[in-house]
C-alpha cells in the first residue's frame, strides 16, 4: 500500500532525528524536555496509526483469502464486482481500525496522519458495507487534502463506493475523473484500475462495446497479472454472453497468460471448451477437458469436467459414452451439484432419445429428492407427470384385459349388451383394482353386461389424460398428438374431443413446417361436429365464419358448464349455476332442463328428497306440456319418508330464490355479453412458451409411447 510505505519511511526519519538530539549535550536539557513532550505525543498518535494500519492489512489479507477459498469451491464464476462477506473476526478488525483513526482525528487533527487515518476509516466501511459513510469519509480527504499523495486513490475508492450505492452515472464520472488525474500524474496503475471499474459499471448499465475497450486498454496500462487476468475473463464473459462464441473462447484461453491461479484457469478453460461446443468444434472442446481430467492439480474440480465432458458426448451422438460418464458422476459424487444435473440430464436422455419412461421417471425422482437446485423444481413436476403416465397406461391395460375377457364370454353367450353411463367411474374402479379377471368376472356374475363402446370410452378417457401429460408437463409433442388422436379414435365424445381437436389445431398453427393437416381442417371439424360448444367459437373467429353465425345460444354455454360442474362432484355450485339459467332465460328449452337436473341433484346426489320433490312439482308446474314436466309428474315417493319441516324449509329457500329474480334479469344482458366476448380460456400456452407440433400420425421413430 502506497500510504503505509511513505507513512514507514516518515517514521523513520522521525526517529533517528529525535535519537540524535537526545543523545546530544545537556545543556540543551530545557529545551530537551520541551521537545520530550513533543516526541511522546508524536510516538503515541504514531503507534496509534502504525496499529491501526497494520491491523488494517490483517483484515483485508482475511478477505482476500476467504474470497478465493470460496470461489474455488464454486462451480459458477465469482469474479462479479461483488464485496464478498466478510466474517465477524474482520469485522471487528476494521471496526478497531475506525477507532484507533478516529482517536487521531479528534485528538490530533493538526497532524500530518490525518489524511492517512480519513482514507483509512473510508476504506474500513467500504468492506463493512457502510458505504454511505465511506462516501463521506473519501470525499472529505478529496476536499481537504487535494494535494496529498492519498487524493487520487482515494477518488477511486470514491468511485467505487458510488457504484456501490448504485449510483452509475456518479461512479463513471468519477471514474473519468480519476482517469484524467491518473494521465496528468503519470500513474498508470491508478489508470488501469480505475478503467477496470469503468468498464465493469459501463458492462453493468450494458454498454457492452464500451466496456470491452476499456478492458484492452485496462490491460495494456497494468503491471498487475492479478487485475490483467480479470480484466480477460470479463471481456470473454461478455462475448460469451452476446453469443459471439469463438471470441469468448479466444478470450477465456487468453487469462492463462496472466495467472497461475489453479480455480481461475480451471474455470477460463472449461468455459472456453463450453464455447467451442457451442460453435460445434466439439473435438477442441472435449482435448481441452481431456487435458484438465489429466491434470492432477483440477482433482477437486474433477465432477463438472466429467459432466461437461458427457455433455460434449451428447452433442456429437455418443448416447453410451454420455450415459456412462453421467451414470459415473451420479454414483461416484452422491449428493453433490453435479450428481443431480447428471440424474437430470439421464431422465432427458430417456424420454428424448432412448425412449423408456421408466428409467427416466428413476432419475427425475432422484432430482425431486435432492437439496434445492434451479432443476429440483422441474425434476419434481416430471416426477409427478410420470405417476400420472404409468397410472394412465395402466387403465388403458386393464381396460384391454377386461375387454378380451368381455368378448371371450361373448362368445360363449354368457354376456349381452349394456351401455355404462359413466366411463370415468368404471375406469376409477378399474384403476383401484388389484386383479381385472377377478373384477371381470365379478362385474359379469352381476345382472350387469358390458359393450364394447364403454370400454373403448374408458381408454379414450386415459389417451386423453397421456395426450394432456404429453402436451403440457414432460413435453413430448409428437407423443401428445399420438394419444390425442388415440384419445379421438377410440371415443368420439361431444364432451371431451372439442378440445382435443382445438389443441390440434393450435399445434398445426404453431408449427406450419409441419407436415400435419391445415389447423384450417380442425376448425371446420369443429364447427361441423360441435357448432354449440366454446370451442367450436373461437374455431369460427379463425377461419372468418363469426359473422355467419346467428345469436349464441348462452343457456346451452351456461348448461354445458353446469354438467362439467356436476361431473366433478361439485354439486352445490352445478345447482347455483341451474338456477341463474332457470332464471336468466325462462323461454329456453334449458330452462325446464335446468330445473329438473336441480331435482335429480338433490334427490340422487345430496339425498335431500324433500327438496327434489319441490323442484319436480315445481318443473311439472310451471313447464307444462314439455318433456321435463312429463317426467317430473311420474316422480313418486314415500311419503312416509318424507320430513314435512324439510320440505316446508324447502319451499321457503325456492320462494326467497324467486325474490332475486328481478336481480338477476337486470343482470342477464350483461351475463349474455360476456358469454359471448369472453368465452371461458380453453386454451393456454404450455409452462415454457411452447405450443407443440401437430397430429394424426403416431412417428416411426418413436415406438414406446
Request: hydrophobic share 35%.
Amino acid at each position: 500500500m502506497k500510504d503505509n510505505n511513505h507513512f514507514n519511511n516518515y517514521l523513520n526519519s522521525i526517529f533517528l532525528s529525535f535519537t540524535f538530539i537526545f543523545c546530544g549535550c545537556s545543556i540543551f536539557k530545557p529545551v530537551g524536555d520541551i521537545i520530550t513532550r513533543g516526541y511522546d505525543n508524536t510516538v503515541s498518535y504514531f503507534n496509534v496509526y502504525y496499529n491501526a494500519s497494520r491491523i488494517f492489512s490483517e483484515a483485508e489479507d482475511e478477505i482476500k483469502t476467504a474470497e478465493k477459498t470460496a470461489r474455488s469451491k464454486s462451480s459458477t464464476n465469482q469474479f462479479n464486482n461483488q464485496t464478498p462477506q466478510i466474517s465477524g473476526t474482520a469485522r471487528q478488525k476494521f471496526s478497531q481500525v475506525i477507532d484507533k483513526c478516529s482517536y487521531i482525528l479528534a485528538f490530533y487533527p493538526a497532524s500530518s496522519l490525518v489524511d492517512n487515518s480519513l482514507f483509512l476509516i473510508g476504506k474500513s466501511f467500504y468492506y463493512q458495507m457502510e458505504y454511505m459513510k465511506a462516501e463521506r469519509k473519501f470525499e472529505e480527504l478529496i476536499a481537504q487534502y487535494p494535494k496529498s499523495s492519498l487524493t487520487l486513490e482515494a477518488k477511486l475508492w470514491n468511485a467505487r463506493t458510488k457504484e456501490k450505492l448504485g449510483n452509475l452515472d456518479e461512479a463513471i464520472k468519477w471514474c473519468e475523473t480519476t482517469i484524467e488525474a491518473a494521465i496528468a500524474d503519470d500513474d498508470k496503475e491508478i489508470e488501469s484500475q480505475a478503467r477496470l471499474l469503468n468498464a465493469d459499471i459501463l458492462n453493468k448499465k450494458n454498454e457492452q462495446d464500451k466496456a470491452i475497450k476499456e478492458y484492452e486498454i485496462a490491460i495494456e496500462l497494468s503491471d498487475d497479472d492479478e487485475m490483467k487476468s480479470k480484466a480477460q475473463m470479463n471481456m470473454a464473459n461478455i462475448y460469451f454472453g452476446n453469443g459471439k462464441y469463438a471470441m469468448a473462447a479466444a478470450a477465456f484461453l487468453k487469462v492463462g497468460e496472466y495467472t497461475s491461479d489453479i480455480y481461475l484457469n480451471y474455470f477460463c478453460n472449461l468455459q472456453a471448451a463450453i464455447a467451442f461446443r457451442e460453435i460445434g468444434e466439439y473435438d477442441k472442446g472435449i482435448e481441452i477437458i481431456n487435458s484438465m481430467i489429466e491434470d492432477f492439480r483440477n482433482k477437486e474440480y474433477l465432477p463438472s469436467l466429467l459432466y461437461e465432458r458427457a455433455n460434449d458426448y451428447v452433442a456429437v451422438g455418443k448416447l453410451y459414452e454420455a450415459i456412462e460418464e453421467y451414470n459415473y458422476v451420479d454414483t461416484t459424487y452422491k449428493n453433490t451439484e453435479h450428481s443431480t444435473m447428471s440424474a437430470y440430464q439421464l431422465g432427458k436422455i430417456y424420454i428424448e432419445q432412448e425412449i423408456d419412461y421408466e428409467l427416466a421417471f428413476k432419475y427425475f425422482t432422484k432430482v425431486s429428492s435432492s437439496p434445492a437446485t434451479k432443476i429440483t423444481q422441474d425434476g419434481k413436476s416430471r416426477q409427478l407427470a410420470f405417476t400420472r403416465y404409468f397410472d394412465a397406461r395402466r387403465k388403458i391395460a386393464k381396460a384391454d384385459s377386461l375387454l378380451f375377457i368381455f368378448q371371450e364370454k361373448s362368445k360363449e353367450g354368457q354376456v349381452d349388451s349394456i351401455n355404462i353411463s359413466n366411463p370415468d367411474t368404471l375406469i376409477n374402479q378399474i384403476a383401484n383394482i388389484d386383479s381385472v379377471q377377478t373384477t371381470a368376472k365379478k362385474i359379469i356374475a352381476k345382472p350387469i353386461i358390458l359393450n364394447i363402446d364403454s370400454i373403448n370410452g374408458i381408454k379414450s378417457v386415459a389417451a386423453q389424460e397421456l395426450g394432456d401429460i404429453f402436451y403440457s408437463d414432460i413435453l413430448v409433442p409428437d407423443s401428445a398428438f399420438y394419444w390425442y388422436n388415440q384419445s379421438l379414435t377410440w371415443e368420439y365424445n361431444p364432451k371431451r374431443s372439442p378440445r382435443i381437436l382445438y389443441i390440434l389445431a393450435e399445434h398445426s398453427r404453431r408449427y406450419p413446417e409441419m407436415k400435419y393437416p391445415l389447423p384450417e381442417e380442425y376448425y371446420q371439424q369443429l364447427d361441423r361436429d360441435f357448432p354449440e360448444t366454446i370451442y367450436a367459437i373461437e374455431a369460427r373467429r379463425f377461419i372468418g365464419k363469426e359473422k355467419q353465425i346467428a345469436k349464441v345460444d348462452s343457456a346451452a354455454l351456461m348448461y354445458q358448464e353446469a354438467e362439467k360442474l356436476i361431473e366433478t362432484n361439485n354439486f352445490l355450485k352445478a345447482i347455483s349455476s341451474l338456477s341463474r339459467i332457470a332464471h336468466l332465460f325462462p323461454k329456453s328449452e334449458y330452462s325446464a332442463k335446468s330445473g329438473y337436473a336441480i331435482a335429480w341433484i338433490y334427490e340422487h346426489r345430496l339425498n335431500k328428497p324433500e327438496s327434489a320433490l319441490v323442484y319436480y312439482k315445481k318443473v311439472e308446474k310451471e313447464y307444462s306440456g314439455t318433456t321435463y314436466a312429463s317426467a317430473a309428474g311420474k316422480r313418486t315417493f314415500d311419503e312416509s319418508k318424507i320430513d314435512t319441516s324439510k320440505q316446508n324449509a324447502a319451499l321457503q329457500k325456492e320462494q326467497g330464490e324467486q325474490s332475486q329474480i328481478q336481480d338477476i334479469k337486470e343482470e342477464s344482458e350483461i351475463d349474455e355479453k360476456d358469454i359471448k366476448q369472453n368465452p371461458p380460456d380453453v386454451f393456454k400456452d404450455d409452462k415454457d412458451g411452447r405450443r407443440g407440433r401437430t397430429p394424426f400420425r403416431k412417428p416411426a421413430d418413436r415406438p414406446d409411447r
